[in-house]
């Protein structure tokens, strides 16, 4: 009659995913795929130290820096195992990444990129769900692959680069 009895008694609630229905069957089907996370961006205002961050103090594989003068950056490439950070620091006065530091001093996460299995095809799509593209094409990204960039206001706040994989 008393607390044990009313635990022994009590069933709990489980909630079971149920196995004759898988996750994709949910998803409408795409002429192209969401890929994986290729890297996460960070705007630094120091590319140097934050180059000697990853290298010296954490001990990663950093890569050379790479100028992007398309995109108004330079960039740098931080091995993770999984994945990839990339380290952004302003090319010229025009740079995205110039505007990006000015409202955050210390730098911070800038975008993520997944990869796509077909980007003109995903190009398509995303405009026929009226997902803003921030390009009328793609450009060639660090990795020398097309590369496209999903308005935030989109993604709930992120903003999402779709590269060629």
Not at 25 to 44: D, E, T
Not at 69 to 76: D, K, M
Not at 112 to 128: G, P, R, S, Y
Request: proline share 5%.
């Amino acid at each position: 009659s008393g607390l044990l009895s009313r635990l022994q008694t009590s069933t709990p609630t489980v909630r079971t995913l149920s196995s004759s229905k898988s996750f994709s069957q949910n998803i409408p089907s795409c002429l192209w795929k969401l890929g994986r996370l290729n890297h996460v961006a960070i705007a630094v205002p120091d590319l140097e130290k934050a180059q000697s961050l990853y290298k010296d103090v954490l001990g990663a594989q950093v890569s050379e820096t790479v100028a992007l003068p398309e995109h108004g950056v330079y960039t740098v490439f931080v091995e993770l195992g999984n994945t990839k950070l990339e380290l952004l620091h302003p090319l010229g006065e025009k740079s995205p990444i110039a505007s990006f530091l000015q409202k955050n001093k210390t730098g911070g996460m800038h975008h993520i990129c997944i990869e796509v299995d077909d980007i003109k095809a995903a190009m398509t799509e995303l405009k026929k769900k009226k997902m803003r593209i921030l390009s009328e094409e793609p450009k060639i990204g660090a990795h020398g692959k097309p590369v496209i960039f999903l308005h935030p206001k989109d993604c709930h706040g992120v903003l999402v680069e779709l590269e060629q994989a």
